[in-house]
Nanobody, 122 residues
């Protein structure tokens, strides 16, 4: 069984910063990529940032230059440093991972955390 547990959300003023963490645990053989998605009320879930095991990254245009994703492969943990936060960044942030459960197994990308609320408001 695999678990992804997020932490680090909260309430912050516009222009402030937050750092999200997501740790994967359980019967994991390998993780090849992790990412952060977000869903605001009344909107579809969208990809915010993703990172491969080798360190290649991708960002949504709306967060480029403000957010930084990083990964600690030894800890199976992904981080999202969010700076210069705006009210439109308010959403529930979800962690996602591509995980193989055994050697030679295919990577499955349907592992999700429970979500952490980020609210940007004065």
């Amino acid at each position: 069984q695999v678990q992804l547990v997020e932490s680090g959300g909260g309430l912050v003023q516009p222009g402030g910063s937050l750092r999200l963490s997501c740790a994967a645990s359980g019967s994991i053989f390998s993780i090849n990529a992790m990412g952060w998605h977000r869903q605001a009320p009344g909107k579809q879930r969208e990809l915010v940032a993703a990172i491969t095991r080798g360190g290649s990254t991708a960002y949504a245009n709306s967060v480029k230059g403000r957010f930084t994703i990083s990964i600690d492969n030894n800890k199976n943990t992904v981080y999202l440093q969010m700076n210069s936060l705006k009210p439109e960044d308010t959403a529930v942030y979800y962690c996602n991972a591509g995980i193989a459960l055994f050697k030679g197994g295919t990577y499955q990308y349907d592992y999700w955390g429970q979500g952490t609320q980020v609210t940007v408001s004065s």
